[in-house]
């Protein structure tokens, strides 16, 4: 778990704030470096999923390119120094200042969702003199079985164009003078752990990926998105997912032309374990059917627990006490919430300091100032003497 002068560190510190173990994090770019990158695979990496300056720029140097769902994000890439050509931009709902600054810094490439889109973008790159490259987002209608909330890739899913559209599409394509098409893109759901999912997106990409040649497109891009899982019961043990099994499955079951390259948006699978919420417990309440302790984070500060029942392992760091049956819960004003229900935890109280792991992803960019919060505080590995 954490050694002794971490959890002293903590101790002195104002809680809540989120923890970034850089260890962690570098050496789960190493396997990625190589069981992906030295395959020649390109690996970006998902903004959305941590964009902490310090983190993105270790992402930078370990060779990861960029995953951008919006212009705040573009931006924050481009002031990271990820260079344009390794930045992917993808979204149902592109604004026009969000595009015209994809088109202004020439980014490698805009994952276009709808037929409308693509009409936008060709209007807008026109008027900048500039042609776009472009990879059709196709919704390869897989069940990717993990939490309906993160599902994208079924056809009820407002993400991608649907295969009946495809055709009509290619189409239109060639007369979209501002256009370059350059690959296809897909991405089926976030926190998978079953790896059959990812099979039958490679059967799909294989199968539209010739159909498009076929039709006489050159596609150099295959982009298989995100989606890798991670271990949530158990950081300590997993704390770097199997990213040889995960890379192996697509060297196995993608088929790829000589012109034609790899590539993957990631963002879970490489920050997910090197976060944790540090808080305090506040109090403690012993009812007749249910005792709570009640800690000063809450859904404001990660709100995956409320949104998508997720379970957080819980690291209690200062109580040896006899474990107790707790729900911990934080300070807002909502049922929902609840970090954990009935977890059984060393006995704590007011003042014990306690880790949320395995928050490192969709953690702290997800915080919200709800209640009129005062933001958390960040703390990294390297701070601690
Ligand atoms: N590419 C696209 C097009 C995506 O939509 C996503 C995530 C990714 C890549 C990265 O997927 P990852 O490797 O992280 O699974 N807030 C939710 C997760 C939302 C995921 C959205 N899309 C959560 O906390 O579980």
Known sequence: MFPSEVTDFFSAQKTPFYYYDLDVLNATL???????LSKGYHVHFALKANNQPKILTLIKKAGLGADCVSGGEVQRAIDIGFSAN??????VGKSNDEIELGLKHDIFCFNCESPQELEVLN????????????????????EADTHRYITTGLNENKFGINASDLDEVLDRIPELKNLKLIGIHFHIGSQIENFTPFEVLCDRANM????????????????????????YAHPNDNSIPDFKRFFGLFEDNIKLKDHQQLHFELGRSVVGQCGSLITRVLFTKYGESKNFAIVDAGM????????????????????????????????ICESSDTFRTDISIPEVERGDLIAIRSAGAYGEVMRSAYNLREANATVYSDEIE
Do not use: C, M, W
Request: no cysteine.
């Open 300 to 331: 404001t500060e990660l709100i995956r627990p409320a949104l998508y029942q997720a379970a957080h392992r819980i690291d209690v760091l200062t109580s040896a006490k006899r474990n107790k049956n707790y729900d911990v819960v934080g300070p």
């Open 123 to 142: 209007e807008l790159a026109g008027k900048q003199g500039k042609t776009a490259r472009i990879a059709l987002r196709l919704n390869p209608d897989v």
């Open 208 to 231: 539209l990926n010739d159909h498009i040649e076929n039709r006489g497109f050159k596609i150099s891009v295959i982009n298989v998105g995100g989606g890798f899982g991670i271990n």
């Open 86 to 91: 390794e930045i992917v931009f993808a979204g």
């Open 30 to 36: 190493k396997e990625i470096k190589k069981h992906g």
